[in-house]
């Protein structure tokens, strides 16, 4: 077969044969500037190794998907930038100080096995970052700790206090304030909350993500995390920390939101995103991980095609 057989000669599309202009290579754009500004808060606070980390996941998941479409005999698809973006995301949920090794193997298997071994960008059910994640986290948790792989700092990780010695005692250890500001243990770039704030408020006036999933993600921790606190203040921490704490944030704006994941009708997208952030309630309170936002993505993510099915009723149809 030659390469001209490879390619699609021949496009169908309905009238009136013209878009908003958005692209794919755009959308990653977009999310790069509002990484950038991520990595820059997480170089301010864990130092120069860093960049070695975001640099070595970008690199190795280039390369991956390089490779994986020269085995599939398809088209290069690196310019689109999914790649790439893909690779700083899965960064920003590792330790600043992770080894090497664990770097290559999260990004080759969340290529292989998140995006690939689906037919690509688009076509994964489960957002590409969190499989990846998921993977080495299981299967290397001590290397994804960042209580073991952070020693050299004055910060906590109120998540591991509220786990362990209730809300109050972790209240008295962080403010708001200090948590904005990404002042706690946690991955490298997920807990720079302030940063993923500016940042996904860019990407929300851009278009590039759906403002129903953010609030409605927000709106469901806020909400199972109130009633919660209202029932019992002594065992429930203030819902506001949840929100502020761990991968929340950087759940709620960069993977909750991706497109090939996630309804694409209102009334779907906000319960996908309500029923994603009281999921990170539950996984929280009752589950055995302290964390377990990127968890919570990827169970709304396998629903997200129930969650799709709900549609509105066409105009002019009776009852």
């Not at 009238?15 to 820059?40: D, E, K, Q």
């Not at 489960?126 to 990846?132: A, F």
């Not at 073991?148 to 004055?154: N, V």
Request: glycine share 10%; proline share 5%.
């Amino acid at each position: 077969m030659s390469n001209l057989d490879k390619k699609i000669l021949f496009s169908m599309s309905v009238a009136p044969f013209w878009h908003c202009g958005r692209t794919i290579r755009g959308n990653s754009i977009h999310t790069g500037i509002a990484l950038m500004l991520v990595i820059a808060m997480a170089i301010w606070h864990w130092g120069l190794p860093v960049l070695g980390v975001v640099a070595l996941s970008a690199l190795v998941s280039l390369l991956t998907e390089e490779f994986w479409n020269k085995v599939m005999e398809r088209c290069s698809t690196w310019s689109d930038g999914t790649a790439l973006v893909s690779g700083v995301m899965l960064a920003c949920l590792l330790p600043a100080t992770a080894p090497f090794w664990l770097v290559i193997i999260g990004a080759f298997c969340m290529i292989t096995f998140g995006k690939m071994a689906f037919g690509g960008y688009g076509a994964n059910p489960v957002s590409t970052v969190c499989v990846g994640w998921a993977m080495i986290f299981i299967s290397f948790p001590i290397y994804m700790d960042p209580n073991a792989m952070l020693l050299q700092t004055d910060f906590i990780d109120p998540l591991v206090r509220l786990k362990y010695f209730g809300p109050d005692f972790m209240m008295n250890c962080v403010s708001f304030t200090g948590l904005l500001f990404g002042h706690q243990i946690g991955a490298l770039g997920a807990s720079q909350n302030l940063a993923i704030i500016i940042g996904g408020i860019y990407l929300l006036a851009r278009g590039v993500i759906r403002m129903e999933i953010v609030i409605s993600f927000i709106a469901g921790i806020l909400l199972l995390g109130g009633i919660l606190n209202i029932y019992n203040p002594e065992q429930y921490v203030n819902p506001f920390y949840h929100l502020l704490t761990g991968t929340t944030l950087f759940c709620a704006f960069f993977l909750a939101t991706e497109f090939a994941c996630a309804p694409d009708r209102a009334i779907g997208m906000w319960l996908y995103g309500l029923v994603g952030g009281m999921l990170v309630v539950v996984i929280r309170t009752y589950g055995i991980y302290t964390d377990g936002a990127p968890f919570a993505v990827m169970l709304i993510n396998l629903l997200s095609p129930y969650f799709a099915m709900i549609q509105p009723k066409p105009f002019g149809v009776k009852q």
